[in-house]
């Protein structure tokens, strides 16, 4: 059957492959067996067609129209051959296996090696400073076996009235004051103590890859850079509502972090995803 899909070259070659391939063979397999129904001896493909799918639609279980004519049907084996021989069909391609990205992420950044023996570094004894839009200090992945905080302590530009020292905007909140926070199972109470929140969530999203320990995944396999590291946090303030942090609230965030990491005595990794767009003037 699939040495006559190959002769049209309307069959990609992994849904030949997946054609000819035995029933062991395609249970073995992480991809081949993708948009199989072996009880109804059916298959979810994807078709490119031009023109009209009505004849599509009298051998098909179902036919989904999509944009751009693309297509999902359901057919049952036998009929895919014929189907193939369809004039308005151009194309058919079987479903893939998708997984989360993370984890060729991982793979690509070459942190499973360094993380792995005779290396095994886990960011132990480093200090890792967040300079974002805060973080969710809740988060499983930012605290400890016993449910305490890995957060040092968080400065949250945004909210007034106790600035660290030597700065004079914010409120700095202490590990204690987190760990404190963390022991109250209401969240309004929680907040009461550490009212800090990541609005947007992406300065908790770049806390999680850079030491997020994994703890809120079955199995802590998805975890960040530096998993054993202690972290630091600044929400960076906005200087209208509805406005962005400037240079200045970052400068003040850097400078906050190595003074911070001097006074812990520990080296310290900045991480900082935010930029700016260049700006070139063009006089005439």
Known sequence: MADNFSESQ?????????????????????????????????????IKYSGSLEVVRRIASSVTELSNEYAIVTIKEPLIEEMAAIPQVEYIEKPKRLFFEIANGRRASCIIP???????????????????????????????????TRIRAIWDQTISGNPPEGYSIGSEYTQEQINEALRQNIRRERERIVPSRDISGHGTAVAGIAAGNGRASVGQIYTGVAPQSELLIVKMGTPRQ???????????????????????????????????????????
């Open 10 to 46: 309307k069959v990609e070659n992994l849904l030949n492959l997946a054609l000819d391939a035995t029933e062991e063979e395609r249970l073995k397999s992480m991809q081949l067996e993708v948009g199989y129904q072996p009880i109804e001896n059916e298959w979810d493909l994807i």
């Open 242 to 284: 509805g406005g962005f942090p400037r240079t200045t609230e970052l400068m003040l965030g850097i400078d906050y972090a190595v003074k911070k990491a001097v006074k812990y005595q520990m080296p310290v990794a900045i991480n900082i995803s935010f930029g700016y767009p260049s700006v070139t003037a063009l006089i005439l």
């Open 114 to 148: 360094v993380q792995s023996p005779p290396l095994s570094l886990s960011g132990k004894g480093i200090l890792t400073a967040v300079i974002d839009s805060g973080i969710d200090y809740s988060h499983p992945d930012f605290r400890n076996e016993d449910g305490t």
